[in-house]
């Protein structure tokens, strides 16, 4: 398995207070995504970044910022959040070297529950 | 913009039973195809991909996957299920942006 770990695996906060998750990885690949896994949605990207500090948006980014101040971490955060932000956050890492293109791995998995 | 059509949301085979997961995409320039399972309580993982060349790739664990580029499709098939093959699968699809666009996902469940 690629090397990701996210932080925390699980958590419940309360609705309007900020929630900061991490994502790191020991694989040094360039872009590293969040998404957000709800029930018939699938998986969709909220942001993602192509290096230190360059980030951009993804499908479903609002009430949602990203950093990369390193290129091992990535950390989303929400700044107030909503109980429509419960969902399982998932980040996943990729590089375009060799034949691997699009191909992403993913890491364990945040389960955030905003009551 | 893209889109990936994944028209089965569950699907419920014994044991044995032959598999096609159907997954469309609506995008006119060169793909990458995936795709994904998610077995229950876990992560994602790759079961196989198409870059180029063939367009029936073989996967993991049994799994093979054919590309159609005049119908969009790209199903994936196993001739013989197994209780253990119960998972989520995901179709993606990646675009020259090295984003990955994911359809809603396919709940297949073996019963023994």
């Known amino acids: 398995d690629a090397g990701i770990t996210q932080s925390p695996r699980h958590k419940v906060t309360e609705t309007g207070t900020p929630v900061t998750l991490r994502c790191h990885q020991t694989?040094?690949?360039?872009?590293m995504y969040w998404y957000r896994q709800d029930p018939g949605h699938g998986l969709r990207l909220i942001h993602y970044?192509?290096?230190?500090?360059?980030?951009d948006k993804g499908e479903v980014s609002d009430g949602y910022s990203v950093s990369r101040s390193k290129t091992e971490d990535f950390l989303l955060t929400l700044e107030s959040a909503t109980s429509s932000q419960t969902s399982v956050y998932f980040c996943?890492?990729?590089?375009?070297?060799?034949?691997?293109?699009?191909?992403?791995?993913f890491g364990p998995g945040t389960r955030l529950t905003v009551l | 913009a893209q889109s990936v059509s994944q028209h089965n949301h569950h699907v419920i085979l014994s044991e044995a039973a032959s598999l096609e997961l159907g997954c469309n995409y609506s995008?006119?320039?060169?793909?990458?195809l995936f795709w994904y399972v998610q077995y229950p309580g876990q992560h994602l993982q790759l079961l196989l991909k198409?870059?180029?060349?063939?367009?029936l790739v073989k996967g993991i664990k049994g799994f093979e996957a054919e590309f159609i580029k005049s119908k969009f499709s790209f199903n994936l098939r196993k001739p013989s299920v197994q209780w253990s093959d119960t998972a989520e699968y995901f179709c993606?699809?990646?675009?020259?942006?090295?984003?990955?666009?994911f359809g809603t996902g396919t709940r297949l469940t073996v019963i023994p």
């Open positions: 996943a890492i990729s590089s375009l070297a060799g034949a691997s293109g699009n191909e992403q791995f």
């Open positions: 694989e040094n690949h360039r872009y």
């Open positions: 970044s192509y290096g230190v500090k360059d980030t």
């Open positions: 995008y006119g320039g060169t793909v990458n």
């Open positions: 198409y870059f180029s060349g063939d367009p």
């Open positions: 993606a699809v990646g675009t020259g942006a090295n984003n990955l666009f």
